[in-house]
């Protein structure tokens, strides 16, 4: 099946530090999402993004899917962004297949 | 509008037996997704259904099943439990197009003893 790789795994940055997130995935996908999951486990979608580039306020994501890779900013970071980041592909069958994450802390 | 639920929030059962969470979507929505996640295995995808018909499907065992009320409200059930379905279940709800943002719940957090 299709494999999901996120990078990296853990980041800690201090507040009002930008960062990059990726995702690698090995096949051609329907579409692609990005997901905040905060320390207390609360799911959040950020992004519906199968191609191209959007942004919502400090956040932007952009999608090359002919090369296989999504990229999540995150700019002037502050201690609310930390937690868990996920990619998540969906492809052939409409199946989902999520990455096991990159784990975000900020410090004051 | 209030926001998605799950009830129940806690749940501890054994193996061997069964257990039925529910999602409540946000007023409007006509499509859920149900989420497993566990510390081995990650998140992953379960089903998604809308308007009362199952759209995507993970690659779980035929234990877990799903259905959707007419009110959009969505129940899953896990039958024979087994240690390992110990985990998170969230559920999410959007409007039902695809690109259209998903909300979610604060999940089921269920134990299997």
């Known amino acids: 099946g299709i494999q999901v790789e996120q990078s990296p795994p853990d980041l800690i940055l201090q507040e009002g530090a930008n960062s990059t997130l990726r995702c690698n995935f090995s096949d051609s996908v329907n579409n692609l999402q990005w997901f905040h999951q905060n320390p207390w486990g609360q799911l959040i979608n950020l992004f519906y993004i199968p191609s191209g580039t959007k942004q919502n306020g400090r956040l932007s994501a952009t999608t090359v899917a002919t090369e296989r890779y999504s990229l999540l900013y995150i700019s002037s970071s502050q201690t609310t962004d930390s937690g868990v980041y996920f990619c998540a592909v969906g492809y052939n069958n409409n199946d989902m297949r999520f990455g096991a994450g990159t784990r975000l802390t900020v410090k004051p | 509008k209030a926001g998605v639920t799950q009830t129940p929030r806690y749940l501890i059962k054994t193996r061997g037996q069964q257990v039925t969470l529910s999602c409540s979507p946000i007023?409007?929505?006509?499509?859920v997704s149900w989420y497993q996640q566990t510390p081995g295995q990650g998140l992953q995808f379960l089903f998604e259904y809308f308007s009362e018909t199952q759209r995507n499907k993970g690659n779980f065992p035929g234990r877990f099943s799903g259905r959707q009320f007419s009110n959009s409200r969505s129940e899953m059930n896990v039958s024979t439990l087994e240690l390992g379905d110990s985990a998170l279940y969230l559920c999410?709800?959007?409007?039902?197009?695809?690109?259209?943002?998903?909300?979610f719940g604060p999940g089921t957090r269920l134990l299997v003893l």
């Open positions: 007023s409007g929505h006509r499509s």
């Open positions: 999410a709800s959007s409007p039902g197009l695809a690109g259209e943002t998903q909300y």
